[in-house]
């Protein structure tokens, strides 16, 4: 009788992507768990793009190491947000190396793609 409309015939699909991104938007809000995301987000995901960097890096592929450089940029801010915001509940020795490990990983990411740009301006230039 009063029952609530279904979101596909409203049009809303609001529903269905949320169930699609719940996992990656509780670990963003620090609801998830912190191994999950420090493991399953943070280790293997990024894995995975070093590995697709790896690949482009042997096929000479500049403007594909470009993109992925910075789709790897982005993922790391969220993934270390999502980290620090996730080891911020708990007070075990595990939740301060993650935070430590955070730290660690912004600064070699920083620097790691810092170099990895320069040799992509020097290739790109031809120099």
């Known amino acids: 009788m009063n029952q609530p409309k279904s979101d596909t015939a409203t049009g809303n699909r609001g529903g269905a992507m949320t169930g699609l991104f719940a996992s990656p938007i509780r670990a ?5 768990p912190l191994g999950q995301v420090f493991w399953g987000y943070g280790v293997f ?9 790896i690949y482009a890096f042997y096929r000479d592929g500049v403007w594909v190491q470009e993109i992925l450089l910075i789709a790897f940029l982005a993922y790391t801010v969220w993934i270390l947000t999502a980290i620090w915001r996730c080891s911020a509940a708990g007070t075990s020795v595990w939740h301060m190396i ?11 990411t920083l620097l ?8 992509l301006l020097e290739t790109a230039l031809g120099l």
């Open 45 to 53: 995901i990024s894995a995975l793009m070093i590995t697709a960097f």
């Open 112 to 119: 790691v793609t810092g170099f990895l740009q320069l040799n």
């Open 98 to 108: 993650a935070r430590l490990l955070t730290i660690t990983w912004a600064a070699n």
């Open 28 to 32: 963003w809000n620090g609801d998830a």
